[in-house]
């Protein structure tokens, strides 16, 4: 669990390459923990609120990046991130593609 979000931080701007299915979901896990920690240290801090809006901010890019690989491993091109953009269905989709097996290459 500890080894895919230092994963996600490290390969943070590798988008080449591919994410097997259970570091994908790890590295999930253990972003949406710091998120709510850091969350709930907000509600009790504003020094802790800047704190988790910069933690918020910097995620962006590995997180695109983890799903790019991710993508990549379930046999699905880049491109398709994109159907995320499509209210509900379009995050249905994708979660069943993040769901989807390795492809064996």
């Not at 991710?70 to 994708?94: E, N, S």
């Amino acid at each position: 669990m500890i080894a895919a979000y230092q994963a996600f931080w490290t390969r943070a701007f590798d988008f080449t390459g591919r994410t097997v299915r259970n570091a994908f979901w790890f590295a999930i896990l253990d972003n949406l923990i710091v998120t709510l920690v850091l969350s709930f240290l907000a509600m009790q801090a504003s020094v802790f609120a800047a704190l988790a809006t910069v933690y918020t901010i910097a995620t962006i890019i590995p997180g695109i990046s983890l799903v790019v690989r991710r993508l990549r491993d379930a046999g699905k091109a880049w491109a398709w991130i994109f159907i995320g953009l499509i209210p509900v269905v379009g995050t249905i989709w994708l979660l069943v593609m993040y769901c989807q097996p390795s492809i064996v290459a």
